[in-house]
Nanobody, 124 residues
């Protein structure tokens, strides 16, 4: 059984930084495409970033491009989301997601496995 566990969320002032981590257990991490999504209160869960199995290619939502960086360490079974220049509108629960495959996936329903989420709150 695949399990994903996020960590690293918290409260930060606008302009600050946070690094989220997601550790995967249960299968070979390097076989998964990984993604980050977020969900603000009263809103749909939206795509943030994704990374290929090897880490060679990434893709981002326009709203975070240039501020967020997704990366992975296959030896540690972990994917990261470095978030810089945070804004109040980045406030949300952040989820990591995984699926088998060789592409990059930006749509929620394309992912098979999900973590429980970690809260990020950005104060103005």
């Amino acid at each position: 059984q695949v399990q994903l566990e996020e960590s690293g969320g918290g409260l930060v002032q606008a302009g600050g930084s946070l690094r989220l981590s997601c550790t995967v257990s249960g299968r070979t991490f390097s076989s998964y495409v990984m993604g980050w999504f977020r969900q603000a209160p009263g809103k749909e869960r939206e795509f943030v970033a994704a990374i290929r199995r090897s880490g060679s290619t990434t893709t981002y939502a326009d709203s975070v491009k240039g501020r967020f960086t997704i990366s992975r360490d296959n030896a540690k079974n972990t994917v990261y989301l470095q978030m810089n220049s945070l804004k109040p509108e980045d406030t949300a629960v952040y989820f990591c997601a995984a699926r088998d495959g060789s592409g990059l996936y930006r749509v929620r329903v394309e992912y098979d496995y999900w973590g429980q989420g970690t809260q990020v709150t950005v104060s103005s």
